[in-house]
């Protein structure tokens, strides 16, 4: 039976409709049926027909700095109440969630959102160097180069596995990890800025890796 896919969409400064189109791409190949939103309200709503969600959207309150100013009247957001703690409720009965790139950034009014993925971006703490050439270990798999942004200073949780790591700064940084969520399981891959990214012969084969372990029993 094939797999039910919905991937939630949309936001500030990346090229989401060709990132979306990319994953589906991915998740097409294999049998996915496939449903995109761009309202998260609405998509939490719908997870009662959802297999595995993919969230692949930058949507936060816009709050942090100035520089955001000209784009609140039509990008900020907050999620309604609850909405969140029911994402998290169907995680925890067995739901599966990949986290891609920027949804580490979402949703900066709900602490339950970073611990659903068990890390996250932390204002102040985390940045990322402009996108570029990056070297990539994954824990079971030959490294590979990629051109992307490498968030920094994530700090995923003690109960994560960390299946990738990136170093261009400092110490190696975590960019790909896996946990398990109640009876669900989570996957968050902190890269994917473009297509170019997500069709890199060895990013496709560590998202294949992840898609293989969110589907796992």
């Known amino acids: 039976m094939s797999i039910r896919t919905r991937i939630f969409s949309g936001g500030h400064g990346h090229p989401f409709a060709e990132t979306t ?10 049998g996915d049926q496939i ?27 816009m709050t942090q700095h100035e520089k955001y100013a000209p784009f609140r ?4 957001y ?7 703690a029911r994402l998290a409720e169907w995680v925890r009965d067995g739901g599966r969630l990949l986290a ?8 900066d009014t709900e602490p339950g959102w970073l611990e659903i993925l068990g890390g996250g971006w932390r204002w102040g703490i985390s940045h990322h160097p ?4 990056l070297w990539i270990e994954p824990v079971d798999a030959p490294g590979f180069e990629l051109v992307d942004e490498a968030y920094h200073n994530m700090s995923p949780g003690t109960d994560v596995d960390v299946r990738a790591t990136c170093t261009l700064e400092e110490e190696p940084q975590p960019v790909v990890w896996t946990r398990r969520f109640g009876q669900g399981r989570v996957a968050v891959d902190t890269l994917g800025h473009d297509r170019q990214s997500l069709e890199n012969a060895g990013h ?7 898609l293989a372990w969110l589907a796992a029993a």
Not at 21 to 30: N, T
Not at 130 to 133: C, D, H
């Open 35 to 61: 449903a995109v939103d761009t309202d998260f309200d609405d998509c939490v709503g719908r997870l009662g027909d959802t297999d595995l969600l993919v969230v692949n959207a930058l949507r936060w309150t």
């Open 21 to 30: 189109g990319a994953l589906s791409e991915l998740l097409a190949a294999r």
């Open 73 to 76: 009247a039509t990008l900020a």
């Open 130 to 133: 402009p996108r570029g050439p």
């Open 204 to 210: 496709a084969r560590l998202i294949g890796a992840q």
């Open 78 to 84: 907050q999620p309604q109440p609850g909405k969140v």
């Open 100 to 107: 891609m790139h920027t949804a580490v950034i979402c949703f």
